[in-house]
C-alpha cells in the first residue's frame, strides 16, 4: 500500500533536504509505502483533529524543528 499523499505531503516537501538519506528512506519505505502506512502520525493527527498536521510533524510521530 502506498499512502496517497505521498507525493505532495509538506513533511517531506520541506524536510527532504534536511534528514538523513537512511532516515529519509526508512521512513518512506516503511510509513509510506510500507507496513506501518496506518500507524503514520500525520495520518492519524488528520483524522483526530480534522485538519492537516503541522509540516513539523514526521511520519513516526516527531516534530522537526
Avoid: W
Wanted: with cysteine.
Amino acid at each position: 500500500m502506498v499512502c496517497e499523499k505521498l507525493k505532495t505531503c509538506p513533511f517531506f516537501k520541506k524536510y527532504k533536504e534536511d534528514l538523513a538519506p537512511t532516515d529519509y528512506d526508512l521512513m518512506i519505505e516503511n510509513y509510506c509505502k510500507g507496513p506501518l502506512t496506518h500507524q503514520c502520525a500525520r495520518l492519524n493527527y488528520e483524522k483526530e483533529h480534522g485538519q492537516k498536521p503541522p509540516d513539523d510533524l514526521s511520519p513516526i510521530g516527531e516534530y522537526i524543528k
